[in-house]
């Protein structure tokens, strides 16, 4: 991928991911100074992002066609190719069809607090964790129910109380866009 910067013409550096797992090229005319902590130069970013994938599959709400695709967050969606995004009025546009590919996993583990199975779930952040499967989230009244029992798979995240682990529960379940 030798292409140059359509801003200054100068060659793009080699491609980048990120900690969230995207892949970039910045600008060779583009550096960043950690003394004023500021961009300088140039400040063309090229986020490389995977064609979505054109599905097989027909809209249940609308007809159009189905594609694949990735979030922000490295979840896996598939959504309306009617549907868009509009970046100034930060709203869904045309058909709002989405259907996330990342379901929990069930776990052949029982859950110490209730004895029904348990689930492992990613978070936004791509935190892992195991929790029960009787626990539910309701948008509508933004209420958890069922067994809160939840167990952090790396040891390195937050040791949340299950109130605000539920609260984020509440955001899994929001579609989240990127154009
Ligand atoms: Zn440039
Ligand atoms: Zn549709
Ligand atoms: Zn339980």
């Known amino acids: 991928m030798n292409t140059n910067c359509p801003t200054c013409g100068s060659p793009l550096k080699p491609e980048e991911t990120t900690a969230t797992g995207k892949k970039l090229q910045r600008c060779s005319a583009g550096s960043w100074n950690p003394q004023t902590k500021q ?22 709400k609308c007809g159009s066609h189905l594609i694949m695709q990735t979030t922000r967050t490295g979840k896996k969606m598939k959504k309306c190719s009617a549907g868009g995004w509009d970046k100034a009025e930060k709203k869904a546009t045309g058909c709002a069809y989405v259907d996330w590919m990342d379901k929990p996993m069930v776990l052949e583990e029982a859950c110490p ?63 989240e866009y990127e154009f």
Request: charged share 30%; glycine share 8%; net charge positive.
């Open 113 to 175: 607090d209730c004895g029904e199975k348990l689930v492992l779930q990613k978070t936004a952040s791509g935190k892992q964790l195991k929790k029960c499967s009787t626990a539910k989230w309701d948008p509508k009244t933004k209420t958890a129910s069922g067994c809160t029992y939840i167990q952090w798979v790396n040891d390195k995240g937050p040791r949340t109380a299950p109130s605000a682990a539920a609260k984020s529960n509440g955001d899994e379940t929001a579609p």
């Open 39 to 60: 961009a300088e130069g140039c400040a063309y970013v090229k986020w490389i992002q995977d064609a979505p994938e054109n599905l097989d599959e027909k809209c249940p």
